[in-house]
């Protein structure tokens, strides 16, 4: 399952004139000890944002690895070895703190802490060059590990060059084909809240039937947004983050269909929002749900709301893999706690665009849980 990255001797040699060339042409490069890493495609995924890493460029970044202010995972040393370029050429005595060693080695005794194994990317349990859906429920008990050991590459998932299109979609497809659903589910309920025909519990008794005014209708849409992020927890918790039997195939592959896949490659763009047809599926049954449930004003008024909150939950989500938040905005702390869910915490921070319900139900990160407390 792992071997050591390719020994010095094998790696290619960079000048420190090459590196500054790179560095002055844009790139964004990077060292530990004399081993090279080019990180110029990850700066606007870092999750301490671009300017952290555009200001270490050409630097030796070991002691920001090991912290403060945090000590970098495990997956993220391994994310790191995936930008590995070569070897920095020179007089050691140019930079004696910078022997070639390897950064996998560089982690303190922690008995807390699992020894890092260094992986393979060519042969890392699966064969990259075909699709994933069919290979991953044979893993077994190996699947959990492999799956929450992510990478930096594209991926497939099957055969069909249709099925595989209905598994991927651009970022504006979800506002470009809910938001005009909501408006036109929020117009039509609107209007008939207006007539003062809308009763609650008329089809149980005549005698406590209660009017519902059109005044209620922003109300319903916000119940229907806060709702989301409820559901928004509860989903990602218990559905996507679920333990499948180490013997069940299908069981397995179910999981990596749902959300696995968005572990293992957690920057493929096409993989980061819910494509517009799987997700008509649940959206239908959560519109069937409501209007079973509430009168039909009602209930379709709270599942626009609700279909509002899945949109911004979306985009944000989007946003937090790939934008590059001001450092002391909200979106930034949001990024930050998702990306340490993806590389260290798979268990904790469930919530996407807000930590609400991590704090209710107790499964916040834990420097978060410990800030609070100080």
């Known amino acids: ?48 944002g671009e300017q952290l890493l555009r200001a270490r460029a050409g630097q030796d970044v070991r002691a920001d690895l090991d912290g403060p202010p945090h000590r970098h995972s495990d997956n993220a040393r391994r994310w790191l070895e995936q930008y590995y370029v070569g070897e920095l050429q020179g007089d050691p005595q140019d930079f004696p703190e910078n022997k070639a060693v390897d950064p ?74 809910w938001l005009p659903i909501i408006m036109y589910l929020s117009w039509s ?8 025909n809308v009763q609650l519990f008329a089809s149980f008794t005549a005698e406590y039937a209660v009017a519902v005014p059109k005044a209620v209708f922003p109300g319903l849409l916000v119940l229907g947004a806060l709702s989301w992020t409820l559901m928004e927890y509860l989903i990602h918790r218990f559905l996507f983050h679920m333990e499948p039997p ?8 179910l999981h990596f269909i749902l959300h ?75 990024k930050a706690r998702h990306v340490k869910h993806h590389f260290a915490h798979q268990k904790l921070g469930f919530g996407i665009s807000n930590d609400f319900w991590d704090s209710f139900f107790h499964t916040q990160i834990p420097e978060e849980s410990q800030a609070k407390t100080q």
Not at 114 to 140: F, I, R, Y
Not at 142 to 154: A, F, I, N, S
Not at 189 to 196: I, N, R
Not at 284 to 296: D, G, I, K, M, T
């Open 104 to 177: 996998l080695d560089t982690q303190e005794s922690d008995p807390m802490q699992p020894k890092l194994k260094a992986m393979d990317w060519d042969k890392d349990l699966v064969n990259w060059q075909k699709p994933l859906v069919w290979q991953v429920g044979h893993l077994g008990e190996k699947y959990d590990e492999w799956v929450h050991q992510p990478v930096t590459r594209p991926i497939r998932l099957f055969y069909s060059d249709f099925a595989e299109s209905l598994s991927k979609a651009v970022w504006y497809s979800v506002p470009a084909i």
């Open 260 to 334: 696995g896949q968005h572990h293992k490659a957690p920057f493929d763009q096409s993989r980061l929002v819910f494509p517009p047809v799987p997700a008509s599926f649940g959206i239908a049954f959560f519109y069937v749900s409501l209007q079973l449930l509430l009168p039909e004003a009602v209930g379709g008024t709270v599942f626009a709301g609700g279909l509002l909150g899945y949109v911004i939950y979306d985009m944000i989500h989007y946003y937090l893999h790939f934008g590059s938040p001001n450092k002391h905005s909200r979106l930034y702390n949001l």
């Open 246 to 253: 180490s013997g069940s195939y299908y069981l397995i592959t």
């Open 1 to 48: 399952m792992a071997s050591a990255p390719p020994p010095a001797a094998a790696a290619a040699r960079f000048s420190p004139a090459d590196v500054q060339r790179r560095l002055a042409a844009g790139a964004c490069w990077v060292r530990c000890g004399a081993r090279l890493y080019d990180l110029s495609d990850f700066v606007r995924q870092h999750p301490g």
């Open 189 to 196: 309920y609107y209007q008939t809240l207006a007539q003062g």
